[in-house]
Structure formats: C-alpha cells, structure tokens
C-alpha cells in the first residue's frame, strides 16, 4: 500500500512538472513569433548595409590608409559571443559557446578577448578560465539598437586603438524553428575581395568626399547593424530552442505519467487479487 501512495504520489508531481513545462512551451511559441516578426522588420536594414559594405570591399584601393582595413600583426583578437541569460533551451548555449572556444583554440598564440553577451556565455568561458573582458545582458524581448550600438562602439574603440587586431562576432543563425546553426562572422578588418567572389560593382558608384572618409562612417554602423542583427536573430533561435525543449519535455512527462499509471493500476490489481484470493480461502476453510 505504502508502495502505491508513493507511486501516486509521483505521478502528481510529473502530472504539475508537466503543466509547467506545457506553459513554458506556450509562451516561448509566442515570445518565437514576435521575434520573428521583429528578425523580419530589420532585415531590409541588415541586407542594404550588407550590400553597401560589400560594394565598399569591392571599390578599396589603398587600403594602409583606412584604420579599419590596415594589415597588421595580429596579437589579439576580440570575440563577441552571443548566448541567453536562462537556460532550459536544450543545446543552444553550449552549441554556440563550442563553436567560440573551437575558433579561440585555433588561433593558438593570440590572445582572446571575449565580450560575453548572456551570462550563460560568460560562465561558460569563465569556468574554462577565458579571458572575458566585458558581460553584457542577453538578448531578450527588451533588445534594442542601443544595445547592439554600446557593443559595436566598444570593439571599434578596442580595434581602432590597437587593443584588439580582429574582431570576431559568435552567434547563432535561424534557419529553421528546428534548425538554428552557430556560425562566425569576421567583422574587422574589412578587406576586399580579392578572388573576384563579391557581387558586380555598379560602375558609376562614386563617395563624397572620398572612400575612406566614407568609411569611417560606414564601418561603425556597419558594426551596429551586423550585431543587432545578430542579437534579434539569436534571440529568435533561443525562443525556438526553448520551444522544442519543452515540447519534448512534456511529451517525456506524459509518457512517464502513463508509464507509472500502468505500474500502479497493475499493483492495485495484483492486491485486489489477493484481496479476493484470501476471502475465498477463508470462506473454504469455514466449510
């Protein structure tokens, strides 16, 4: 008997850890779709910038004149790491965190600088005794150009005054509500493209006063631009990884639920068998 209390007793907790992780998968739905509304909205921005940069890759001449295209040793290097400040989301905060730690090991010799945007992001590296320069707030509903424009000022700052010989940008890219792929972006420094790889250049396209003044206006809000970018898409990524943890979370819950219901009904069978069992023995043994 004291068995089958505890069993019930199980399966109530299960019954509530369910609930919670139903609501949890509900309000990550909609939280999913609202980024997703705001991914789509700065993505013309994103694209325009995108190809603006490209065309100026294209156009460079001169390059050890612009601060953000010299050739220099490379001593150090910065990383902007996005991740959550929450967990529950399955493997998106390793996922992205591996794909950092993976290129840092690579460049063995320089040293990293991280800019850990999400404290998950920032135990990560500080657990493995990772250089973390700076920890930022997470993406989040609450997200902001301000926020990007804070982060994209400070690795400018650190490359222009040679703190830092490259910067690196670490999040993840949605693809899909069940794929969403880390992926690293060389933000500094720009450099053309010399394999012819880059897109047509339009052939009337001139700058006032000139490309490298234009540059050193473009490049900053290119810098903002790409990392908002980034925070709103690996915002989306966190919501949708959230999503399909808790919906499997609660999948698992329901089948542990009919696994120890089965249990219990087999028990309160096998003793009311007994039950029955024994009044017949008796009622045998008076005869």
């Keep these: 008997m004291a068995n089958m209390k505890a069993i ?15 609501a949890m998968d509900l309000v990550s739905a909609s939280k999913l779709q609202k980024a997703k509304a705001q991914l789509d909205d700065i993505r013309p921005l994103y ?11 294209s156009c460079m001449g001169g390059e050890d004149e612009i601060d953000f295209a010299r ?36 460049n063995s010799g320089v040293e990293e600088k991280i800019i ?17 320069v700076e920890k930022c707030a997470g993406p989040s509903e609450a997200t902001t150009y301000a926020n ?4 994209g000022n400070k690795v400018a700052e650190m490359y222009t005054s040679g703190e830092a010989d490259e910067v690196y940008l670490v999040y993840t890219h ?19 493209d010399s394999d012819g790889s880059g897109p047509p250049v339009v052939a009337s396209m001139t700058y006032d006063p000139d490309i490298n003044t234009f ?29 399909t943890s808790m919906d499997a979370a609660t999948r698992n819950a329901s089948e542990i639920i009919d696994d120890l219901t089965l249990e219990y009904n087999r028990k309160r069978q096998n003793m009311i068998t007994q039950e ?11 005869q």
């Design 148 to 151: 990007a424009e804070y982060i």
């Design 215 to 243: 540059i050193s206006y473009a490049v900053p809000m290119y810098l903002n631009t790409t990392v908002f970018g980034a925070m709103i898409e690996s915002m989306v990524c966190e919501q949708a990884s959230r999503m």
């Design 174 to 192: 949605f693809e899909t509500v069940l794929s969403h792929v880390p992926g690293i972006v060389k933000l500094l420094p720009i450099k053309a």
């Design 47 to 57: 694209d325009n910038m995108q190809l603006v940069m490209d065309g100026i890759k």
């Design 71 to 106: 050739a220099r040793e490379v001593k150090s290097a910065a990383y902007i790491v996005l991740s959550s400040d929450r967990g529950l989301c399955g493997g998106y905060n390793t996922n992205v965190a591996k794909e950092a730690l993976t290129r840092i090991n690579e």
């Design 276 to 286: 029955i069992t024994e009044i017949v023995s008796g009622a045998n043994a008076l």
């Design 116 to 132: 850990a945007v999400g404290s998950k992001g920032w135990e990560y590296f500080k657990r493995r005794g990772k250089n973390v």
């Design 8 to 22: 019930k007793k199980r399966i109530s907790s299960v019954n509530n850890t369910k609930k919670i992780m139903k």
